[in-house]
């Protein structure tokens, strides 16, 4: 071992004692300290050897019913004093450890029923969470002002076309309370989301504002039109619901996202097959309709101007309202003139019992006659009669193979998966 080497080791060993030796001075340093902060001159009456503590005379409180200060007060049961109820000039008989009879006394007036536990919402529930229901239900498709609350809660959380999501709550919530919460998550992607409260009347119901709730129920819809349900969605859906159920002191019980996804594309794939659109036409059989004349025609016939330059038939006969079909004028809204007119109807969209192609190609027929048209395939080719009854035979078979999928044509379920 050279010497540098020991001139190192000995060094090394140097420091070790002197970190040693200075760890132990801080040690001792703060011991004494303590010591010094603890040390008193007073002496434990608590520790002292042979000697007694002081009895420390005790006297609980009473009620001194006389004036005089010094005069002994014995504590007494309370009693009824006969005395003070008999005449003056009349004495009691004394009476031998027997009780005095107590004097008639009037009847008690009944106890006044308790009170309701939230007598102030349960008015303002009776009128404002109805007109509240009656909100929720004009916009959800296929529903109607007035129907029942458990019926319009399984229309906003259906088992067979949302994801459900069960929210856990601790305590029982109020509507007002959790509404603006659950406003900022309406939609992922182009799905709705729809909340429903099992209320305190025992009953799933839309949240509104005066309910009271004790489980929550969130649903997403799993398919549209256009696309399922994919696990970009469902991940920013359950990431955004995690954060609202923090602040309204929910717990989410989040399905898993395979079986999601699967249910999903199954749902997707039968509207994808049953999103089917019927179209008749009529070709001027002359000169092209001027736009003004026509509008006019239309009107008579009962179609509904929309904003966007095309007409809808209202279904008057059915009770949440509607469109049977509508008819597109097949120009841009400045056009002046147009020689084609479409009549279109969603066949989805529209129940078997409304009948919405007997009606459409009725109405077609009638306008034929005003307007001098004939009725048209895409290909201009003259739609006969024939024809049209195979079409509608053909609709017929639609309409059974959605009963078989318990989605019916025109139902609630059907409107928000085709609209």
Same mark, same amino acid.
């Given at each position: ?65 006389? %004036? ?53 919402? #349960? ?32 229309? %906003?959380?259906?088992?067979? !076309? ?44 839309? !949240? ?5 709730? #004790? ?14 349900? $994919? ?5 920013? @859906?359950? #990431? =955004? ?6 602040? !309204? ?25 049953? +999103? ?18 026509? !509008? ?7 179609? +509904?101007? =929309? ?22 004028? $097949?120009?841009? @809204?400045?056009? +002046? ?5 479409? %009549? ?10 409304? +009948? ?64």
């Amino acid at each position: 071992m050279t010497d540098f080497q020991m001139s190192l080791i000995a060094a090394g060993g140097v420091f070790v004692v002197g970190v040693i030796t200075y760890n132990k001075w801080q040690e001792y340093k703060a011991r004494k300290s303590v010591e010094r902060a603890f040390a008193s001159d007073h002496d434990d009456v608590l520790m002292r050897d042979g000697e007694q503590v002081p009895a420390v005379d005790r006297h609980e409180p009473v009620l001194e019913a006389g %004036l005089d200060d010094k005069a002994p007060v014995l504590a007494k049961e309370p009693v009824l004093d006969a005395d003070a109820f008999a005449p003056a000039d009349v004495k009691p008989e004394p009476q031998l450890d027997t009780p005095a009879p107590t004097p008639a006394a009037a009847p008690a007036p009944a106890p006044a029923p308790a009170a309701p536990v939230t007598p102030p919402a #349960t008015s303002y529930r009776a009128a404002g969470a109805s007109a509240a229901q009656d909100a929720v239900a004009a916009s959800l498709p296929g529903t109607r002002p007035g129907m029942p609350a458990a019926e319009l809660a399984e229309c %906003l959380v259906d088992p067979l !076309i949302d994801c459900l999501i069960p929210l856990s709550l601790e305590t029982p919530v109020r509507g007002d309370k959790i509404l603006p919460a659950l406003q900022t998550l309406r939609r992922v992607g182009n799905k709705p989301i729809h909340y429903i409260g099992f209320a305190v009347s025992g009953e799933w119901e839309p !949240i509104v504002h005066g309910g009271v709730y #004790t489980k929550l129920q969130a649903g997403v819809q799993m398919a549209t039109r256009t696309t399922a349900l $994919n696990e970009l969605e469902y991940s920013e @859906l359950v #990431t =955004r619901l995690r954060a609202v159920a923090d602040e !309204i002191g929910a717990e989410p019980e989040v399905p898993d996202m395979i079986e999601v996804m699967a249910e999903a594309r199954i749902l997707h794939r039968f509207v994808a097959g049953h +999103d089917a659109q019927l179209g008749v036409n009529l070709a001027a059989n002359g000169a092209p309709w001027a736009m003004s004349t026509l !509008i006019g025609a239309l009107e008579n016939a009962g179609f +509904d101007v =929309r904003p966007d330059g095309r007409f809808a038939m209202p279904d008057k006969e059915s009770a949440g309202g509607g469109v049977l079909f509508t008819l597109s004028t $097949n120009v841009t @809204l400045g056009a +002046d003139t147009t020689s084609r007119l479409t %009549l279109l109807l969603d066949v989805p969209c529209v129940a078997p019992a409304r +009948d919405g192609f007997g009606r459409m190609v009725e109405t077609a027929r009638g306008l034929t006659q005003r307007l001098d048209a004939t009725i048209v395939d895409d290909f201009d080719q003259p739609l006969v009669d024939e024809a049209l009854d195979e079409i509608k035979s053909q609709v017929g078979e639609f309409y059974q193979e959605m009963d078989a999928a318990d989605i019916p044509a025109g139902s609630t379920r059907a409107l928000r998966l085709f609209s």
